[in-house]
């Protein structure tokens, strides 16, 4: 059970980037993935969710509209589409993978981090 986060870097605000999330994982239709973000001095927080089966989604509040999740099951990739960033932004981005009962907001709860992927946002 792998996963690998790419596609951080440095911009600029109003930029955008993607970032991507290899998913090696046995029955992962079972899973539900998620992109997770710390920034330096605060807790990780959620940032955006889907159901691998179903592709439905879920984002937090703070980036509804600006972000949008996907996947590509046939390549086994996750991603993160993050537009007209902010340097609130910038944070490590991981992804996770969970299944089983679970709260998709709660970062304890995932069974399964990518090493994670540092997006910084200057103004």
């Known amino acids: 059970v792998q996963l690998q986060a790419s596609g951080g870097g440095s911009v600029q605000a109003e930029s955008s980037l993607r970032l991507s999330c290899a998913v090696s994982i046995r029955t992962w239709n079972n899973y539900f993935m998620a992109w997770f973000r710390q920034a330096p001095g605060k807790e990780r927080e959620f940032v955006a969710g889907?159901?691998?089966?179903?592709?439905?989604?879920y984002y937090a509040d703070s980036v509804k509209g600006q972000f949008t999740i996907s996947r590509d099951h046939a390549n086994n990739m996750m991603y993160l589409q993050m537009n007209s960033l902010k340097p609130e932004d910038t944070a490590v981005y991981f992804c996770?993978?969970?299944?089983?009962?679970?709260?998709?907001?709660?970062?304890?709860?995932?069974?399964?981090w990518g090493q994670g992927t540092l997006v910084t946002v200057s103004s």
């Open positions: 889907i159901k691998w089966n179903t592709g439905i989604t």
């Open positions: 996770a993978a969970v299944t089983g009962r679970y709260n998709y907001q709660k970062a304890s709860d995932y069974d399964v």
